[in-house]
């Protein structure tokens, strides 16, 4: 695939750099949470949305789970 190639899925296309750039920050924000509070309070939050981990994640769920993350790291 090109470097403009999109990703559709749930309603929410999103590019190849896009999704590259989602994957690394979802990543190493579940990191971060799975070392603050332990995996299982990472994994909460992808079950909260029907996936496992990034990879079975539809994109139009990328920003509500960076959220997520995000606000249980800064809660620490």
Known sequence: ???N???????KTVTK????????????DADKV?????AAAADG?????DSTCFDDL???????VFGYL???INDN
């Open 45 to 49: 939050i992808f079950a909260r949305y």
């Open 34 to 38: 799975c070392s603050i509070y332990g």
């Open 70 to 72: 995000e606000l249980m």
């Open 5 to 11: 190639a999109t990703f559709s899925h749930g309603g």
């Open 58 to 64: 539809s994109p139009s769920y990328y920003e509500e």
């Open 17 to 28: 750099d896009e999704k590259e750039m989602w994957r690394i920050n979802i990543k190493n």
């Open 1 to 3: 695939m090109g470097r």
